[in-house]
């Protein structure tokens, strides 16, 4: 079993910054992908960010040059810094991994969302 937990969500005016941490655990022998995806009201989820194991990151062409994504593997953690929030940034972010457990069996999991709410 793997779990992902995320925090840092929160309320912030447009323009301001928020910090999303997301921490894997459980019975995790390798990590390959770690992104964030999110999920505004009345919309499908839609991609974020990915970073890779090996530090390649990927974003979506609307939180370019504002949101970076990062991790670090020793804390099997990955962040995701936004910064310059807008509106249209508000929705429910998930955390999503991939990679081999222990047992050698491979896992694809979420965490349970934070909502980041961007006041205008």
């Known amino acids: 079993q793997v779990q992902l937990v995320e925090s840092g969500g929160g309320l912030v005016q447009a323009g301001g910054s928020l910090r999303l941490s997301c921490a894997a655990s459980?019975?995790?022998?390798?990590?390959?992908?770690m992104g964030w995806y999110r999920q505004a009201p009345g919309k499908q989820r839609e991609f974020v960010a990915v970073?890779?194991?090996?530090?390649?990151?990927n974003y979506t062409d609307s939180v370019k040059g504002r949101f970076t994504i990062s991790r670090d593997n020793a804390k099997n953690t990955v962040y995701l810094q936004m910064n310059s929030l807008k509106p249209e940034d508000t929705a429910v972010y998930y955390c999503?991994?991939?990679?081999?457990?222990?047992?050698?069996?491979?896992?694809?999991?979420w965490g349970q969302g934070t909502q980041v709410t961007v006041s205008s």
């Open positions: 459980g019975s995790i022998f390798s990590i390959n992908d």
């Open positions: 970073i890779t194991a090996t530090g390649s990151t």
């Open positions: 999503n991994a991939d990679g081999r457990t222990t047992w050698g069996t491979l896992y694809d999991y």
